[in-house]
């Protein structure tokens, strides 16, 4: 029944911002538009789906909630599109664009639920994925775990060939050898293959006769060559990579195209994006190709947001925390600019390096842990532990009323009063006080001799050191002093954990963004189509070899407007060029951004003298002297598309606030319950100073501003605490 995922409208009562006259207008999303130009932003997460739609013609935003549908993401997607225009008088044939993050890919590898996949390698290499790196993730570990493929060896077949690093083919390709491989996994009922050859980024002749071959033995097979996926050298990473866009491709796709086939039948004719890894935006097409560009895409949006907050602001350092139903995510960003990184890891443990599935993507450089609203607590020799296990949107937390029966942190934040059970999600949703109650007393409290108060808070107080241990990782422990940093806080969970987990940090402000409850969807109209190529080819970098390099990028440059022209006519492209220099003999490399312009031997000793900076930055000191090789080089195009607020609000001509309300409210500092005032950040207005403890709602999110922190309201509406930690 629809009743089971409620939905509620954000803006239609209060006072909308519009960005082309810089102030509040009152109505709705089409108020005063005869032909609206509209764009929908959509974030599908583990617990909540967030919508933003968008008028371009006023700047006016709606910002709308639903619990997901885990087992068909794609419903939940629906449903809150027809109630979203049903309650704007609009259609779908009045979007012009619609934006989507999803976690499908994710969620598919970390829950194992991907197709049968099978693997064809050259003879010689069948265990490379198990075998996987000697490095540890815990050296002092005898009973080490290490990542789980995700094929099973009896669906790793050979072939018959070879081919150096250089391209050179050794060995001619046996195709009584593939004949009878692609046999072995169809008879075993696997619906998509991956190839990954030896050396086959340096010459991909023998991958593209497989695939050729494949496609004209099972037309219907999903195919993924690693020479398209991930045409770089080290054949674990390579190969995993290769494999884990094959286990999400049909699963990807499937959702992709029900997706576009019930916009189609609503009247939609616009245009769909996905949101990628790197920030950018994908189109439909090459989203089903190379689905494992998608991973981490709602993230990525939400720090695309924060990186717009935080220069707006005036903050060109800053942490990113993001925390919604199920997960936690934090990032950085340097100069105004998101951390990119060349690999990530899924599906890891504890943090630790070499303990997930390395994936050769670019991606926004993030930290994600199983830290959210809906993690379940629960107690491991007398301790208490919160997560990874989440309660998601189904059954949810006990507050939830829908049959969850596990003592989650929202039914602790519940019961400490951060959370109205009368106004969460816009008063959308009834949380039952008193079941939260009994399932912390019984579960956690009694069991351990503690009040149901210290039982609350000890869940809140432990989910919070492990945010804060992600923080320091992606701080700290990478050379970053997170005094120097501002912290974006957002997500449904957010801005209620963010002070606490600042002051702990000596982070000295928090930034609470307009609409942070739906932060990644606000991103995503942020964000711009990206079109991301990479190539190894180990070069010297000298004067010298300038030409061989212009080559690498005249190949590269052809590669994406092959890319282009299947789905845009003639765009206006902005490049941007990167490649991983090293010191001749290391093993690993640091990205150097490369200037744009031809490439001649001056080009050349530019990047030379940029990497001995970069080298000098990273390990204080560089080796002048010494050759400088390249390994990967990459190409980016982008299309810049992106044309939304950010979230500014209505803050500068909000109504008088008036007598807030107040409720019992556990701070640790008072060391119990104290009435506290609970402000409506709708009614706030610019320039308002807010001396915390106090709570402040929104109906996307809830604020805890503590004692002694103070927050001020900003004119474009985000709220800035300062935490007491001020040098």
């Not at 340096?202 to 496609?215: D, K, Q």
Request: with cysteine.
């Amino acid at each position: 029944m629809i009743e089971e995922f409620p939905i509620y409208r954000v803006c239609a009562q209060t006072l909308l911002f519009t960005r082309s006259a810089g102030q509040a207008t009152a109505g709705g999303l089409l108020h005063g538009t005869a032909q609206p130009m509209l764009r929908v932003a959509i974030d599908t997460g583990g617990t909540f789906t967030d919508f933003v739609f968008q008028n371009l013609e006023s700047g006016r935003m709606d910002f709308w909630k639903t619990l997901s549908t885990p087992e068909q993401p794609e419903q939940a997607v629906l449903r809150g599109l027809n109630h979203l225009t049903g309650g704007l008088g609009a259609s779908l044939s009045d979007v012009r664009e619609i934006l989507l993050a999803t976690t499908v890919a994710t969620n598919a590898i970390i829950e194992r639920k991907g197709a049968p996949t099978g693997l064809v390698t050259t003879a010689g290499f069948r265990d490379v994925l198990i075998i996987g790196r000697q490095k540890r993730h815990d050296q002092y570990d005898l009973f080490l775990e290490k990542p789980k493929p995700l094929v099973q060896r009896r669906n790793i077949v050979e072939v018959r060939e070879r081919v150096d690093f250089t391209g050179k083919v050794l060995e001619q390709l046996d195709m009584d050898s593939v004949d009878a491989a692609i046999g072995a996994l169809l008879d075993k009922g696997v619906t998509s293959i991956a190839v990954s050859l030896l050396h086959a980024y340096a010459n991909p002749l023998h991958e593209r006769a497989i695939g050729e071959h494949l496609r004209s033995r099972a037309p219907g097979i999903s195919i993924s060559l690693s020479s398209d996926v991930s045409p770089k050298y080290r054949e674990y990473e390579r190969t995993s990579t290769t494999t884990a866009n094959a286990y999400i491709k049909p699963l990807v796709a499937r959702y992709i195209n029900s997706l576009q086939e019930v916009f189609a039948k609503q009247g939609f004719a616009g245009k769909l994006y996905a949101m990628q890894s790197n920030g950018g935006l994908i189109t439909p097409e090459l989203a089903k190709e190379y689905p494992i560009r998608l991973i981490e895409s709602g993230p990525s949006a939400g720090v695309l947001m924060c990186s717009i907050v935080g220069k707006r602001e005036g903050f060109s350092e800053v942490l990113t925390f993001d925390m919604g139903g199920t997960t936690a995510k934090v990032g950085a960003m340097e100069g105004g600019e998101p951390a990119i990184t060349p690999t990530i890891e899924v599906d890891g443990v504890n943090l630790r390096k070499y303990s997930g599935l390395p994936l050769n993507i670019p991606a926004i450089e993030l930290i994600e842990i199983g830290a959210g609203g809906g993690s379940i607590a629960s107690l491991l020799m007398g301790l208490i532990r919160v997560g990874p296990e989440s309660a998601g949107a189904v059954p949810g937390p006990i507050c939830y009323g829908k049959g969850g029966e596990r003592a989650t942190l929202t039914d602790a934040n519940l019961v400490l009063g951060y959370l109205d059970p009368h106004s969460f999600a816009g008063g959308s949703m009834r949380l039952d006080v008193e079941g939260a109650r009994e399932g912390i007393r019984k579960q956690i409290a009694e069991p351990l001799g503690l009040s149901l108060r210290d039982a609350a808070w000890g869940i809140h107080a432990v989910a919070n050191a492990t945010m804060e241990r992600a923080m320091r990782s992606m701080s700290m422990d990478r050379g970053r002093d997170p005094r120097q940093y501002a912290m974006v806080a957002f997500g449904g969970a957010g801005p209620l954990h963010a002070s606490l987990l600042a002051r702990a940090l000596g982070v000295p402000r928090v930034i609470i963004p307009w609409g942070a409850g739906v932060g990644s969807a606000i991103g995503l109209l942020e964000a711009d189509q990206k079109f991301s190529v990479s190539q190894t080819s180990i070069q010297r970098i000298v004067p010298e070899n300038a030409g061989a390099i212009a080559a690498i990028f005249r190949e590269l440059e052809a590669r994406i407007r092959k890319e282009v022209t299947q789905v845009e006519t003639a765009p206006n492209l902005e490049w941007r060029r990167f490649a991983y220099l090293r010191y001749a003999g290391q093993g690993y490399e640091i990205n150097i951004d490369l200037p744009p312009g031809e490439i001649g031997p001056n080009y050349v000793e530019q990047a030379i003298s940029t990497f001995h900076e970069a080298y000098k930055g990273t390990y204080g000191y560089s080796q002048t002297d010494n050759q400088i090789e390249a390994t990967d080089w990459y190409l980016t195009a982008v299309v810049p598309t992106g044309a939304s607020n950010a979230g500014g609000g209505p803050s500068a001509n909000g109504a008088p606030s008036g007598q807030p309300k107040q409720r019992p409210v556990y701070f640790h500092e008072h060391g119990d319950y104290i009435d506290c005032p609970v402000l409506d950040r709708y009614a706030a207005r610019a320039g308002d100073r807010i001396n915390g403890p106090a709570v402040v709602e929104d109906r996307e999110s809830t604020i805890v501003i503590l004692p002694g922190d103070v927050a001020e309201v900003r004119p474009d509406g985000h709220l800035i605490v300062n935490t007491g930690e001020l040098p």
